[in-house]
């Protein structure tokens, strides 16, 4: 049995891969120390207004638990958010996927993308790709310097890419 050169497809080289979180400053360990400062807080708080006699006021002593404790679960929830920007051989893959939207792709032929960002970084600058009409912000929850340091990697690695000793065809 011969087989023939298409039978094995060459896997496709990576020359650029990241995937882009959102920041998170407090941790799992964190969260839990500060809920029990909060919590041992409100107890004390609570033990005052039960000793002058004020019982009824204790039930709000919780309430303000139970809002500090939603309010991170909604903030943890949205740090599952997450970009992912893939240069191969064949083409740019943008991978946006947000915990309370459907997955969203872009694909862009390499050859004639172009990335822009502000140089020196302003707090509003973005990072956009854009090529043939289409175009996309990438990394819009990152530090200013954070996006900047993308942009200038991308466009590194985009310059590797132009630069193969066979580039791949355009599809």
């Not at 309430?63 to 740019?92: G, K």
């Amino acid at each position: 049995m011969t087989m023939t050169p298409d039978a094995h497809p060459r896997p496709a080289r990576v020359f650029f891969d990241a995937i882009l979180h959102p920041h998170r400053s407090l941790g799992r360990k964190g969260f839990r120390i500060l809920m029990a400062a909060v919590i041992l807080a409100n107890l004390a708080v609570a033990g005052l207004f039960v000793a002058n006699g004020a019982w009824p006021v204790v039930p709000f002593c919780g309430l303000d638990v139970l809002v500090l404790w939603l309010a991170f679960r909604v903030n943890y929830r949205s740090a599952r958010q997450y970009e992912r920007v893939r240069l191969t051989d064949a083409d740019l893959t943008v991978q946006r996927v947000d915990w309370k939207k459907p997955e969203r792709r872009w694909t862009f032929q390499p050859y004639w993308l172009r990335v822009t960002m502000d140089d020196p970084p302003q707090h509003e600058s973005q990072v956009t790709l854009s090529s043939h009409g289409k175009s996309v912000v990438v990394g819009s929850f990152l530090s200013p310097d954070e996006r900047a340091e993308f942009a200038r990697s991308l466009r590194d690695a985009l310059a590797a890419w132009r630069r193969t000793p066979c580039p791949p065809e355009p599809v």
